[in-house]
């Protein structure tokens, strides 16, 4: 997509890995992408990895479009011909050829985040609905990011947003609500379709996940309610929403998950 190979630099990341530091840490599970209400179908799956169709420009602010990405013919024929490579899109979060990530988030999604205390040091895992060849739609994680530094765009410099606007980021080409941010780190997009990266049981309703065993044990914003969690480490995920945060504390087992889920992202 034609990013210089230092813009990680320039927007302060320190491109560390799961592990490099200490204390708790909080695993996020952040839905992105294409949907029925967001796109109008799943996402493909294309030479046998998960690329995930940014939603359509909502705001009316964003500079680039599908073609820009190179994804016009997938966003048609995945919403049905009612999108195509003219039609601006919401690049969020944005992944930079130098491994740099970025993620825009506001309103309460962000108050959500805010809340439970996320920043430097936490995990995004992005999931998305997805579609291969198959037929069965399911959601399954593409991506990740390893958070280095939030940016509040609603107080930062002009000279720091200045450096996002370079990137056509959305958020920072016009503020969304009132508490816009962008998390910036370590990240990687297009993940291979592996099974270990699915989340819906095979079979059956998209909202129907297997999840590690830890998952239950700490607990997941948005799913307190105990029918929800149906033993045999299979969860009943709740039909909106885009960030569900697990507080897994300062546990050595879900970090050594984490890297390994990482692993396959980045394989």
């Given at each position: 997509?034609?990013?210089?190979?230092n813009?990680?630099?320039?927007?302060?990341?320190a491109?560390?890995?799961?592990?490099?530091?200490?204390?708790?840490?909080?695993?996020?599970?952040?839905?992105?992408?294409?949907?029925?209400?967001?796109?109008?179908?799943?996402?493909?799956?294309?030479?046998?990895?998960?690329l995930?169709?940014?939603?359509?420009?909502?705001?009316?602010?964003?500079?680039?479009t599908?073609?820009?990405?190179?994804?016009?013919?997938?966003?048609?024929?995945?919403?049905?011909?009612?999108?195509?490579?003219?039609?601006?899109?919401?690049?969020?979060?944005?992944?930079?050829?130098?491994?740099?990530?970025?993620?825009?988030?506001?309103?309460?999604?962000?108050?959500?985040?805010?809340?439970h205390?996320?920043?430097?040091?936490?995990?995004?895992?992005f999931?998305?609905?997805?579609c291969?060849?198959?037929?069965?739609?399911?959601?399954?994680v593409?991506?990740?990011?390893?958070?280095?530094?939030?940016?509040?765009?609603?107080?930062?410099?002009?000279a720091?947003?200045?450096?996002?606007?370079?990137?056509?980021?959305?958020?920072?080409?016009?503020?969304?609500?009132?508490?816009?941010?962008?998390?910036?780190?370590r990240?990687?997009?297009?993940a291979?379709?592996?099974d270990?990266?699915?989340?819906?049981?095979?079979?059956?309703?998209?909202?129907?996940?297997?999840?590690?065993?830890?998952?239950?044990e700490?607990?997941?914003?948005?799913?307190a309610?105990?029918t929800?969690?149906?033993?045999?480490?299979r969860?009943?995920?709740?039909?909106?929403?885009?960030?569900?945060?697990?507080d897994?504390?300062?546990?050595?087992?879900?970090?050594?998950?984490?890297r390994?889920?990482?692993?396959?992202?980045?394989?």
């Amino acid at each position: 997509m034609g990013f210089r190979r230092n813009q990680a630099k320039s927007i302060g990341v320190a491109l560390q890995g799961i592990g490099a530091k200490a204390g708790a840490m909080k695993i996020i599970f952040s839905r992105k992408g294409f949907d029925s209400s967001a796109g109008g179908g799943p996402s493909p799956i294309v030479d046998g990895r998960a690329l995930s169709l940014p939603i359509p420009d909502g705001q009316r602010i964003s500079r680039t479009t599908y073609g820009n990405l190179g994804l016009g013919g997938h966003a048609k024929r995945a919403s049905r011909g009612k999108l195509s490579g003219r039609h601006r899109c919401h690049n969020d979060p944005m992944f930079l050829e130098s491994g740099a990530a970025m993620l825009g988030q506001c309103g309460a999604a962000q108050t959500h985040l805010a809340n439970h205390g996320v920043g430097p040091g936490d995990l995004f895992l992005f999931f998305g609905l997805f579609c291969g060849d198959d037929g069965d739609p399911h959601h399954r994680v593409f991506g990740f990011l390893d958070i280095e530094r939030m940016v509040d765009l609603t107080t930062c410099s002009e000279a720091e947003r200045a450096e996002f606007v370079a990137l056509d980021h959305p958020h920072a080409l016009g503020l969304h609500a009132s508490n816009d941010a962008i998390y910036c780190g370590r990240g990687a997009s297009n993940a291979p379709a592996l099974d270990a990266l699915r989340l819906t049981i095979p079979g059956e309703n998209p909202s129907l996940w297997q999840v590690p065993a830890w998952l239950e044990e700490v607990g997941l914003s948005y799913h307190a309610r105990e029918t929800r969690w149906l033993g045999q480490g299979r969860l009943q995920s709740v039909a909106r929403g885009q960030e569900f945060v697990a507080d897994v504390g300062e546990r050595e087992d879900v970090r050594e998950w984490a890297r390994s889920i990482i692993e396959l992202i980045e394989s």
